[in-house]
């Protein structure tokens, strides 16, 4: 059987374009759409990465400034140490304080000091030829003129002590160097000299215990109404080193 179709090509031709449009504008419609989303996405993206930017750029920023704050610092750093390193090399390590305690400790009534001196040294292996740049005096405990001028010595020194004094006796110079000698304080103990002296005073006791005083060791001389009295002492220089270093 035949089937007779009654509509016209027209009609049809009609139809295939109405459908032909509505595809088009359904595909039109979602590329629309995509691009709205797409839009949507990288606008979003955008703005995030300029704030990554924003605050990347603030934290260079902070950390210029901190790199600045700390090359600063080191250059504080360097100079602080090169004054340190110029403090260590001119100081003596002498504790005048100290020494002058273990003196006292040492010197008993029959002893009197006239001078205390504190040389700093070169070490043997390091000393100058020329003498007069090979000492330099750190520390002078007696009056000295402000005229003369000495180098001052850097590095490694050791300290030489001079004492000038009177004793009693001889013996008390003996047993002073002795104690100088066992004192942890003191090294090389040298005496320079002593020889025995007649010392004037107002009674004739200076140095001397009452019952030490008799008439062979003591004469009263009369000028005016003032005794004055004569007696023999023994005046001393001794020269050691401070045992404050160690060799290696």
Partial sequence: MKEIDFLPEWYKSGRRRQISYRTQCVILGGVFIALVVWNFVTSHSMSKTQAQVIQMTTHQKQAERVSAKLIELKNEMTKYHKKEGLIE??????????????????????????????????????????????????????????????????????????????????????????????????????????????????????????TELTAESSKTIRNGTESLGVIQASIFEIGCYLANYREQ
Wanted: net charge neutral; proline share 2%; aromatic share 6%.
């Fill in 89 to 210: 090399s001119i100081d003596s390590r002498i504790d005048v304080a100290d020494i002058l305690a273990e003196m006292s400790y040492l010197i008993d009534e029959r002893i009197v000091l006239s001078k205390i001196e504190l040389i700093s040294e070169k070490f043997p292996d390091k000393q100058d030829k020329d003498s007069s740049q090979s000492k330099g005096k750190v520390v002078r405990v007696v009056k000295s003129g402000y005229g003369s001028r000495q180098e001052l010595l850097l590095g490694d020194v050791r300290c030489k002590v001079l004492i000038e004094g009177v004793a009693a006796d001889a013996s008390d110079v003996a047993a002073f160097i002795c104690k100088l000698e066992n004192s942890p304080y003191f090294s090389q103990v040298v005496l320079a000299f002593s020889r025995n002296t007649d010392i004037n005073t107002a009674s004739g006791n200076l140095l001397r215990p009452k």
